[in-house]
């Protein structure tokens, strides 16, 4: 009789720990061995040991929080390529949240978990798309894990942006986004739509974007916002972290309009007190449709959650017969209390 | 229903005044009768369905979707309509119904048909035009832009030939969908005509005396009243009906029955709208009380009497008087109001004087709850719509002021998003235990320069203790002077006391905050003179 995830991986205070393999899955302390699914700082922390990733994550942790604390040892793992760790056989297939984002599958005594990070469905030009893989119990998030929760498509949105671009030509739009995904998939959205204007970006995002080009997606003509002087400003993109759009950082912009790039921008009290004019709901996150589905699609009989509106999920699949159980690992997820609260 | 959707999500997004004017522009020019009709109802609040109410809205969503999942959500996004709109399982795909379909059926459609039909429009609709559809029916629109501005919209439409005050003078003889307004603003047609309806007549305004005005003041050719520290009102009767409009043209008729009650003449007159409790004026906070509610109780119109002190007539029934001098109206009115007699309304008096220097005295002198200065009118001055110059002045009294520590500081709105400029202050008591403590006693944001705004916003962030959302509680070391018109006791604050348009006159970096003003001092200015005694 194979095994019941249970008896194999669970939770502690640093994180998901697999005990036959020795290893913790994004732990949120510095411990020995760590298999990280991307490279956003609530995954990637540093200070570990020995880090397995990809090799995109891996370069982005470095670019991020440089090369002696990005783990003293790491091993890059491509898509698919089977590694055992202790007892336990381990591989990567892509999450589709960012570039180098991965699901971590685990194999134990013919019992097989998915730990999936953070994902998404949606086709994204700057990474790999989503491999749903069949499994006993599938870890997931909740992030955007009520039902009022609808991201429209990407197109629909630049469409949207690029009016306001054509609506307001003398007016600096400036889009608070996530230095590490959004902001370089939003440059790639955009120049597939055309805009091959400069794309300015706060100095934030600079090295983040270096990186993506050095790994093989390009983005055109990137230009620090911080030395344009304000006429070359109007009508121009500019690209900040979501802390700074309205900070006093953004002052020295034309007239801005202010725009964020964030699935929580659905909700329109919540783009309202952030003082936001365009809000833009592209995600980088499973919708709720998209939780369900990706549920469904890997029919695992068991689903655990380790962050985001939980109860929701968890109610919704019990109705189908899954079991649902939170893992209540806190400290995921603080990117995207970045845009819940007014000031970080 | 697609644009009128559009148009709600752009206005509740956009800070700017010009913005939103143009956005309301470009809807009203592009939209097709009665569509646009409709949708300048619902953004002038024109519009109300008695049949669709929240109670529909909510039965919808329980046959929709599941209701734990709708509580949940409902709890997250803290708004009913929004909530079904977000959740609403499909849609999307088919046509949205028109604007004018949506209204005409929401009038006409039996109650018992109403879930079907706005089940199917919603099925057929996107988030954003269900937000819009629902948001409709529960008549909790809050757009984002006043009445006026869509008045301005229209007469920027008409490219200068129509005057925002000239709609105005129109508007409340029109129904949705304002098929002739949009006739006479685009040159089709003649201007409406509202024949008997009750309409609003845009008030003549004062301009501020400042103390380089005086010196050029031929006060001889002028009147003087109280100015009196209510709300402007202007009563309208006609054979048509009556209405009681504030200074911006909002119908508040519904919330001062008595007063509409008390309306039984033709005419138009301009008042103060007061609380007045046996001849007496209550402070504002009093009033406030009334304001707060849009139809009172029984115990509201018992404790907080309304009345109205009527200082112009406009028409005595049918008669414009608008064009005669000050003092010809003066005296139709007087004559108006021994020949009427109204009841719950009174004159108020012509102050008498000699002279410049007697004017200031009594200025001075003006400290009672309900009177906030004098106001100078041109004894030959007409009643003209508009702010025009050197006909009649406000001459407030000056203000008082008292050294208060910040406690708090909040963001401001659109352009000072970036800035924490609202700041809230305080005074010193003891705590009853014999320490010194700060009890906050106002919030101001006004008063201050683009300088010295800066200067608050790093001095906040710089000596930031506490975070409570969007608020920041500072160390308490910065001393402000502050300027108030009026202090009145009040149960709602904890100081027990509140300010009457506090604002920030001076900041006093130079003064330690433990020599910052006490609460009792503070407390001896309040007004407690009864306002007939000042005259």
Not at chain 2, 72 to 88: I, K, R
Not at chain 2, 114 to 132: E, F, K, M, N, T
Not at chain 2, 148 to 154: D, E, H, P, V
Not at chain 2, 218 to 234: C, L, M
Request: one cysteine or more; hydrophobic letters at 45%.
């Amino acid at each position: 009789m194979t095994p019941h995830p249970e008896s194999w991986l669970c939770v502690r205070p640093e994180g998901l720990f697999c005990r036959p393999g020795a290893f913790y899955v994004d732990p949120l302390r510095p411990v020995e061995r760590a298999v990280v699914t991307h490279a956003h700082s609530d995954h990637a922390r540093p200070g570990h040991g020995a880090v397995l990733a990809s090799p995109e994550t891996l370069a982005l942790m470095r670019a991020r929080m440089g090369e002696d604390r990005a783990g003293e040892s790491q091993q890059a793992l491509g898509w698919g390529a089977a590694i055992t760790i202790g007892e336990v056989r381990v591989w990567l297939q892509p999450a589709g949240h960012v570039l180098g984002s991965a699901q971590v599958a685990m194999e134990w005594r013919g019992s097989r978990a998915v730990v999936s990070g953070d994902y998404k469905r949606r086709p994204d030009p700057t990474c790999a798309a989503f491999v749903p893989i069949p499994c006993d119990v599938f870890v997931t998030e909740a992030t955007f894990g009520l039902p009022v929760f609808c991201h429209p498509s990407d197109a629909h949105e630049i469409d949207r942006l690029l009016a306001s671009l054509s609506l307001f030509p003398e007016r600096t739009h400036v889009i608070g986004c996530y230095s590490i995904g959004k902001c370089q998939r939003l440059i790639a959205l955009l120049r597939r739509a055309g805009w091959n204007a400069p794309i300015f970006l706060h100095g934030a995002l600079a090295a983040p974007c270096r990186e993506y080009e050095r790994l093989g997606v390009p983005l055109g003509d990137l230009r620090p916002a911080t030395v344009a002087d304000g006429e070359s400003l109007k009508g121009a993109v500019v690209l900040a972290p979501p802390s700074a759009i309205t900070e006093r950082w953004a002052r020295r912009l034309a007239d801005p309009v202010v725009s964020l790039a964030s699935g929580w921008m659905r909700v329109r009290q919540r783009a309202k007190s952030r003082g936001v004019e365009l809000p833009l709901v592209i995600s980088d996150h499973a919708d709720w449709q998209e939780l369900n589905d990706t549920i469904d699609e890997v029919g695992a009989p068991e689903v655990w959650v380790t962050h985001g509106n939980e109860e929701a999920l968890i109610h919704a699949v019990g109705q189908r017969g899954i079991v649902g159980r939170a893992l209540r690992l806190v400290g995921y997820g603080e990117e995207q209390d970045d845009v819940a609260t007014t000031d970080r | 229903m697609i644009a009128f959707a559009d148009l709600l999500e752009r206005l509740l997004f956009t800070p700017g005044r010009n913005a939103k004017i143009a956005l309301l522009r470009r809807y009203f020019s592009t939209q097709p009768d009665p569509d646009r009709g409709y949708g300048l109802a619902a953004v002038t609040g024109e519009l109300s369905f008695a049949a669709a109410k929240p109670g529909l809205i909510r039965d919808l969503a329980a046959a929709r979707t599941d209701p734990v999942l709708f509580g949940w959500s409902y709890d997250y996004v803290g708004d009913l309509a929004e909530t079904v709109a977000l959740m609403w399982p499909g849609g999307g795909g088919a046509t949205p119904p028109a604007m004018s379909e949506v209204v005409e059926a929401l009038h006409a459609a039996p109650k018992s048909d109403l879930p079907g039909i706005v089940a199917a429009w919603l099925d057929a609709s996107d988030a954003s035009v269900r937000i819009a559809l629902l948001k409709l029916i529960t008549g909790g629109l809050r757009v984002g832009a006043s009445a006026r501005l869509a008045k301005i919209a229209l007469s920027e439409m008409a490219e200068g030939r129509i005057a925002p005050d000239e709609i105005e003078e129109v508007w409340h003889g029109l129904t949705p969908p304002y098929a002739a307004l949009f006739a006479w603003i685009e040159g089709r047609g003649d201007k409406p005509d509202p024949e008997d309806a009750p309409v609003f007549r845009p008030p003549m305004l004062a301009h501020p005396l400042e103390a380089s005005d005086l010196a050029g003041l031929d006060v001889a050719a002028f009147r003087a009243e109280w100015k009196w520290d209510g709300i402007r009102v202007q009563l309208v009767a006609t054979k048509g009906g009556r209405r009681i409009y504030s200074r911006g043209a909002d119908d508040v008729s519904a919330a001062f029955p008595e007063i509409l009650d008390a309306m039984k003449f033709e005419g138009v007159l301009d008042g103060e709208l007061l609380v007045i409790r046996d001849g007496v004026v209550a402070p504002f906070a009093d009033l406030q009380q009334r304001l707060n509610r849009k139809t009172p109780g029984a115990g509201m119109l018992k404790d907080f009497p309304a009345g109205v002190r009527l200082y112009d007539i406009l028409f005595d029934g049918a008669e414009d008087l608008r064009p005669l001098p000050f003092d010809e109206r003066r005296l139709r009115l007087e004559q108006w109001y021994a020949r009427v007699h109204p009841a719950r309304m009174d004159l108020s008096d012509l102050v008498a004087f000699d002279a410049l220097t007697d004017l200031s005295t009594i200025r001075e002198g003006a400290r009672a709850a309900a009177i906030e200065g004098l106001m100078l009118k041109r004894a030959d001055s007409p009643y003209v719509p508009g702010r025009p110059k050197g006909l009649w002045w406000k001459w407030k009294r000056d203000p008082l002021t008292i050294d208060a520590v910040v406690m708090y500081a909040q963001r401001g709105h659109g352009k000072r998003s970036s800035y924490y400029s609202d700041y809230t202050f305080g005074l010193w008591r003891d705590d009853g235990a014999g320490n010194e403590e700060l009890v906050p006693v106002g919030k101001a944001y006004s008063g201050i320069t683009d300088q010295e705004l800066a200067f608050l916003d790093r001095w906040v962030r710089n000596h930031t203790t506490a975070r409570f959302g969007p608020v920041r509680e500072v160390e308490k070391s910065l001393v402000l002077e502050i300027a108030f018109d009026a202090a009145q006791l009040s149960t709602r604050h904890k100081s027990g006391v509140a300010l009457r348009f506090p604002r920030i006159a001076r900041l006093r970096t130079d003064k330690p905050a433990a020599e910052a003003d006490r609460l009792d001092t503070l407390l001896r200015h309040v007004a407690t003179t009864p306002a007939e005694a000042a005259q």
